[in-house]
């Protein structure tokens, strides 16, 4: 859920002391590394910003504390299926990873997992996931969960993640879908709520992840990856962003006059949606003056919109205690 691609996307630390096995032959793998090397196939980091879009919900839709068990095991059931997707994501990918100074440390790349191994974990996970929404939640979330695995590995990582500049646009889809999924947990069914907090992610998802893809650039541009910022120039990048950026903050504030949402969630969303305008429009500032040696600060966003997020969707599980 790209959950992340999405819908999604932090920077990957890179752990010390490992041999690349693809270039340097047999690869000693003692337990607990190996342990590790399967945890990071899940890439937890960017699974623990899609647990932040999923349980508020959650308390939204409850108009309170949501059963504790239920939030345990849509939290559990939506690791593995997100972990799943990263895993096959890396499966996919390796090729490109093992060229990308982002993602040279990346198991698959350093040997510690075999590609065989990854891909059966990611479908083991899969399988798992799907299963213990459907059995313990429900299978409309069963179903959620797995569209945005197959819409991550399929729709994003196979088809437009190397043919399209648009890929993180449409490709981001996966990673909106856990705040429905967070809903349909509670109450079995849709609605308004979570269309529009959807809507929320699938714009704030661009504007999240170009800032970064300036930064690494030259990575995509290495590997043939069209990222926007490879095929268009950083004035071109900068004013996409400040595009989605006044949609996204647009869009979030509709949950109030709906009656979803009341004074709390709305001032919270104001005053979080105000300061990104301000470093989207910042970041498209210095991109104009960029030919005169001004530094371009562009993870300055990057990581203002993981703050963002989590700002926002606290607020909507805190706002129903307050109305």
């Not at 459907?134 to 179903?143: D, I």
């Not at 069914?189 to 930064?215: D, E, G, N, Q, R």
Request: charged letters at 10%; a positive charge.
């Amino acid at each position: 859920m790209s959950l992340s691609g999405v819908c999604v996307t932090a920077v990957e630390s890179r752990p010390a002391g490992v041999v690349r096995g693809a270039n340097q032959g047999p690869v000693h793998r003692p337990f607990g590394a190996r342990v590790k090397a399967f945890v990071a196939l899940t890439k937890p980091r960017i699974i623990e910003l899609l647990l932040i879009t999923t349980v508020p919900v959650m308390f939204l839709a409850q108009r309170g504390v949501p059963d504790l068990g239920l939030v345990l095991l849509t939290c559990v059931g939506g690791y593995l299926s997100a972990g799943g997707a990263n895993a096959l994501n890396m499966y996919i990918d390796r090729d490109i990873d093992a060229l990308m100074d982002r993602t040279s440390q990346r198991p698959l790349v350093t040997g510690m997992v075999s590609p065989p191994e990854c891909l059966a974990f990611g479908i083991t996970l899969a399988v798992v996931s799907t299963l213990l929404f459907g059995f313990t939640v429900n299978w409309l979330s069963a179903w959620l969960s797995l569209g945005a695995l197959l819409f991550y590995v399929v729709v994003y990582t196979m088809i437009l993640k190397r043919r399209t500049s648009q890929n993180i646009v449409w490709g981001g889809i996966a990673g909106c879908l856990p705040v429905l999924i967070g809903w349909s947990s509670v109450t079995n069914s849709m609605s308004w709520a979570p269309v529009i907090l959807f809507l929320v992610m699938f714009f704030w998802t661009p504007p999240h992840y170009w800032p970064l893809s300036m930064k690494v650039k030259e990575d995509y541009a290495r590997v043939g990856v069209p990222m926007l910022p490879v095929i268009a120039s950083n004035k071109v990048v900068a004013r996409q962003i400040v595009i989605y950026s006044w949609v996204m903050v647009l869009v979030s504030l509709l949950l109030t006059p709906l009656g979803y949402t009341g004074w709390f969630y709305t001032v919270v969303a104001l005053a979080a949606g105000g300061f990104w305008l301000w470093e989207a429009h910042g970041l498209q500032n210095r991109a104009k003056a960029e030919v005169t040696g001004v530094k371009l600060k562009e993870m300055r966003l990057f990581h203002w919109s993981i703050t963002y997020v989590s700002i926002l969707f606290v607020a909507v599980a805190v706002d129903p205690f307050l109305r």
